[in-house]
């Protein structure tokens, strides 16, 4: 998957964008293919504003709870060595990338978004790493041990991925900066790190505080 490709997908929302390889402070060992911010040498005009708000190019930015999620797999590697990971709303695949340098025996990127699969599998290619890839959560394959999603309840409405993920594996893994209280006891909370949007996107503060929870095997 070349770089163009995702230029072609992001050039749908904004004329003027591409991605650059960069390596987002927060899981500096991954090498990514992001917005470049070097093309906004102007602000944005009203139709290209009205076009990134109507159609948004997640998958080209590295959100603070997927680096955050990404490194922290990278340090505690045995969470996925040699099981079967499925990374839930995949966006840019960071996280995907790091479960499978980390030693997972498969790696399954799952997104609604085309684009953002195009995107995971770009950034696969550039770190030297094979995922699989899944637009319907609803077909995915019936052996997982383990979700791992970041930042997906940013909408009420999403809450109850909750419990669907713990149906759906025995082990859970989730980052979210949104969300302060989870209200399920089941998910344990691991840590809190700081880090930010990648491009920073100079959101609220509160929004750069990720906590990461884990949901065990027979928790």
């Not at 102007?42 to 590295?62: I, K």
């Not at 209200?183 to 700081?194: F, S």
Request: hydrophobic share 45%.
């Amino acid at each position: 998957m070349s770089p163009e490709r995702l230029n072609e997908r992001l050039r749908k929302t904004l004329s003027r964008g591409r991605v650059a390889e960069t390596r987002p402070a927060g899981c500096p060992d991954i090498p990514l293919y992001l917005f470049d911010p070097a093309v906004l040498e102007g602000p944005l005009s009203h139709d290209e504003a009205q076009a990134v708000v109507a159609e948004p190019a997640y998958w080209s930015f590295c959100w603070a709870s997927g680096q955050v999620l990404a490194q922290w797999i990278l340090e505690h590697p045995d969470i996925v060595r040699g099981k079967v990971v499925l990374d839930f709303g995949t966006g840019s695949g960071v996280v995907a990338v790091a479960a499978a340098l980390a030693g997972a025996a498969r790696v399954i990127a799952c997104d609604l978004d085309p684009a953002a699969l195009d995107a995971a599998a770009a950034n696969a290619e550039l770190n030297g790493v094979v995922l699989e890839f899944f637009e319907d959560w609803n077909r995915r394959p019936e052996d997982i041990d383990l979700v791992t999603a970041a930042d997906v309840l940013y909408d009420p409405e999403n809450r109850p991925l909750l419990e669907v993920f713990r149906a759906a594996a025995p082990e859970v893994l989730l980052a979210d900066s949104r969300v302060r209280n989870l209200g399920n006891d089941r998910y344990e909370k691991q840590a809190v790190i700081e880090a930010r949007t990648w491009p920073d996107l100079n959101e609220f503060e509160e929004f750069n505080r990720v906590r990461i929870y884990r949901v065990k095997a027979g928790g």
